[in-house]
């Protein structure tokens, strides 16, 4: 070991951040003079304040502070609470959220009331639009800036500003009928990443709402166990199988000042995404069995609705948010029709098509488009799986512009693309060029026009930095260096600073496994280490990239741990067939490439093959379990599972039946996929963690595990969290659950003294 102060749970957690004053929520002015972004207190790095960076200048100023808007920090709606678990900011004190509306008003919900900032040549002057009762929330400033829409109760509402006058647009709430406007239900903020309900047309007459029936919905009674107090609140909850909320589309029209219920989807249906375009409204529909993305349009009154184009897929589609509209009418949208997701343009009209990009990788998102160049920014995995980067690519001719010039149009599918493993084709696609430099991960913001973008930049050597960029990647200003000198939090622990190693397996199909594998620091080869296996395992996440990583794993390091990682088939970011391998059976291919990866740990001089332990939260709590229960006897000598997802009857609609179809369709398969039907093999020594007001894993997936291996008398060991939700929130409590973990993997794998 070096000389370097040894990483405690204590500094781990406390503040400032080890990873520094890290911005979150980057976002340009709608003219492009200023980029805010919610920055950390130094002396609470949980709290957050609205700060901006000025373009011209290059100067930073705070713009909201926290306490002045909420100085006494008001009890959130249980609506509030469940939003923030959903976007998984729950920790979050002070400022959570903002939005602009015109360049020069943003809006600010805080303490349960909405507060509008004016920037003003002498300073920003902020104003309390609401006070209420009622807790106010998604708030909104309309795009030309003369309203501030929100939901107030479970009905959608809007100030004028001029006047101060409110308005209720949406018709009330009936909460004893369990109907709600302008909301966005359980499954849609959980799975489908929609957290709004309601969508402003440009020209603000037209608002966009949704109706909410969740009456046919199953209440799940869920003891919301506090350290004093036991409060039973009735969840709407559609697990699996069951009956999904029924949600209607509704256009209020502020001219005319009528509402007119447009649309109705579900309990069949889902509504997954609204979008105004070119004056008409689109909305995005999949079926129950989530075969079909319907993308559906109408122009006005009556209000016709017809569906120019589909996607389609014969197990699942993934959902995004790329949907962009173009000056010549047309439509950017991704797909994942050739089994990577690529960029298409899109006829508005009859939704004819014509692919932008092409290869054996994956599209991220559609970042931005400039009008002037015709060129497409985007991010992407281009060049390796395991870094996401900043890429442009021309647009090309339309279909209008190629009938024009009376040109042929060139076939989809005949080009090459000269990406590392792309297959070959028969002609060049359109040059895609990497705009960021290599060596690490980006995320990007890219401003009106895509003449330069905001790139939050890290590696395993650099925490995230955050800068202003011109469209080409020249840098233009620091807004956040983050540079690890002498005074960064990080310094007294540079000396130690573990990075991991990447490298790649392959499956038991041929398919290639990317892993890291990090090192305590001052690592003897000649010695022999104890190894955790840090496991996630579920779809649409991915956890071996090159970027920065959790500092728990230089907590684990520290402690004398390899920590391994391994990023199994039905992960992200590989394209359809490396997830499909998942489908109507979950806990097979992933708990085998899993065990292909401890294999080869066992084979390598100086890893203790004796003293190997898996842990994982939620969806890696469930991997924990049922890789642990399928492993030879002997492989692990300790799991611990947090969060664990145990049956999937037990989990909702959307996600569950993406993969696994509906309990009443694939019984076999919900059987061999619950852990309930292994648990002969889980004999070695375990931990169960759980929040006990989970609303998401809801904590009887865990109460009923506990119940089947006490009547079997399997000995286990149980951490639960008054009060806790899906994560475990605030310092006191994440020092005690790191403790936990420590303490039981030094028990079991016995780590000798040095």
């Known amino acids: 070991m070096t000389d370097a102060p040894r990483l405690t749970p204590e500094r781990l957690f406390a503040s400032p951040s080890l990873a520094g004053s890290a911005p979150r929520a980057v976002k340009f002015s709608p003219d492009g003079r200023r980029v805010t972004f919610l920055k950390p207190r130094a002396e609470e790095s949980a709290r957050y304040d609205l700060w901006q960076f000025d373009v011209a200048s290059g100067a930073q100023s705070m713009l909201v502070d926290s306490t002045a808007v909420d100085p006494a920090e008001a009890e959130l709606s249980e609506e509030e609470k469940a939003l923030r678990e959903r976007k998984r900011i729950a920790g979050v004190r002070g400022i959570a959220d903002y939005a602009w509306g015109t360049a020069d008003t943003?809006?600010?919900?805080?303490g349960g009331d909405i507060h509008l900032v004016t920037l003003k040549n002498d300073g920003p002057e902020t104003r309390r639009l609401t006070r209420t009762d009622g807790f106010e929330y998604d708030a909104k400033v309309s795009p030309r800036g003369n309203h501030v829409s929100f939901i107030r109760d479970g009905a959608l509402y809007s100030i004028d500003l001029a006047s101060g006058t409110e308005t209720r647009i949406s018709p009330e709430a009936q909460p004893d009928k369990a109907i709600g406007y302008g909301v966005a239900e359980f499954v849609a903020q959980e799975e489908m990443n929609r957290y709004t309900g309601y969508w402003w047309s440009a020209d603000e007459r037209y608002i966009a709402f949704t109706e909410v029936d969740e009456s046919g919905v199953d209440i799940i009674p869920r003891f919301d166990i506090a350290a004093e107090e036991v409060t039973v609140i009735n969840q709407r909850y559609p697990r699996a199988g069951r009956p999904n909320a029924k949600?209607?589309?509704w256009v209020a029209d502020l001219k005319e000042d009528t509402t007119r219920k447009i649309s109705s989807v579900g309990p069949d249906t889902y509504l997954a995404?609204?979008?105004?375009?070119?004056?008409?409204l689109w909305f995005q529909t999949v079926n129950r069995a989530q075969t079909e993305i319907r993308f559906n349009r109408t122009d006005g009154l009556p209000w016709r609705i017809w569906s120019p184009f589909t996607e389609e897929q014969a197990r699942w589609v993934n959902l995004t948010n790329d949907f962009l509209a173009l000056p010549d009418g047309g439509i950017l949208v991704t797909h994942e029709l050739d089994g990577y997701r690529h960029i298409y343009w899109r006829n508005a009209s009859n939704g004819e098509m014509r692919q932008v990009t092409f290869g054996n990788w994956v599209v991220n998102d559609i970042s931005g488009f400039d009008p002037e160049t015709q060129t497409i920014y985007f991010t992407g995995f281009r060049d390796t799986p395991l870094e996401r980067h900043l890429y442009a690519v021309p647009l090309g001719w339309s279909d209008r512009e190629v009938a024009a010039r009376g040109a042929a149009r060139v076939p989809d599918t005949a080009c090459i693309d000269t990406a590392p493993g792309s297959a070959r084709m028969m002609q060049e696609c359109p040059e895609v060029r990497r705009i960021t430099p290599e060596g690490g991960s980006w995320s990007i913001a890219m401003g009106a026009g895509a003449k330069s973008y905001v790139g939050t930049f890290s590696s395993p050597t650099q925490p995230p930095q955050t800068a202003l960029y011109k469209a080409d990647g020249t840098r233009v200003a620091w807004i956040n260096e983050n540079a690890l000198n002498a005074s960064h939090p990080y310094a007294p622990f540079l000396s130690s600073h573990t990075v991991p190693e990447f490298g790649t397996l392959k499956a038991e199909d041929g398919q290639t496994l990317y892993y890291s594998i990090q090192k305590p620091p001052g690592f003897d080869p000649a010695k022999k280490y104890p190894v955790i296996v840090e496991v996630y395992g579920g779809p649409h996440v991915q956890r071996v990239s090159n970027d920065w990583r959790p500092l728990g794993d230089q907590f684990y390091t520290h402690a004398g741990y390899i920590v391994f990682r391994l990023?199994?088939?039905?992960?992200?970011?590989?394209?359809?067939?490396f997830e499909d391998v998942i489908h109507l059976l979950t806990g097979g291919p992933e708990v085998r490439d899993q065990l292909a990866g401890v294999a080869w740990l066992k084979e390598q001089p100086f890893v203790d093959a004796g003293r190997i332990a898996i842990q994982g939260w939620s969806y890696g709590g469930y991997m924990t379990l049922m890789t642990a229960a399928q492993?030879?006897?002997?492989?692990?000598?300790?799991?611990?599972?947090?969060?664990?997802?145990?049956?999937?009857?037990?989990?909702?609609?959307?996600?569950?039946?993406?993969?696994?179809?509906?309990?009443?369709?694939?019984?076999?398969?919900?059987?061999?996929?619950?852990?309930?039907?292994?648990?002969?093999?889980?004999?070695?020594p375990l931990l169960l963690i759980h929040g006990m007001a989970d609303d998401n894993v809801t904590f009887d997936n865990t109460t009923r595990l506990m119940a089947e291996l006490q009547a079997r008398s399997q000995p286990f060991e149980l951490m639960t969290y008054p009060g806790q939700r899906h994560g475990i929130q605030g310092e006191a409590l994440q020092v005690h659950l790191m403790r936990t973990r420590l303490d039981f993997l030094e028990r079991h794998l016995k780590i000798p003294a040095e």
């Open 273 to 280: 995404r609204v979008n105004w375009a070119h004056g008409s």
């Open 106 to 110: 943003i809006i600010v919900p805080a």
């Open 631 to 684: 492993a030879p006897e002997g492989t692990f000598a300790a799991a611990i599972a947090g969060a664990s997802v145990t049956d999937w009857s037990l989990y909702d609609t959307f996600y569950t039946e993406r993969y696994m179809s509906t309990p009443q369709l694939n019984p076999d398969g919900y059987h061999a996929s619950s852990v309930f039907a292994h648990l002969d093999g889980l004999t070695g």
């Open 247 to 249: 949600v209607g589309l």
């Open 567 to 577: 990023d199994n088939r039905g992960s992200w970011n590989r394209g359809k067939r």
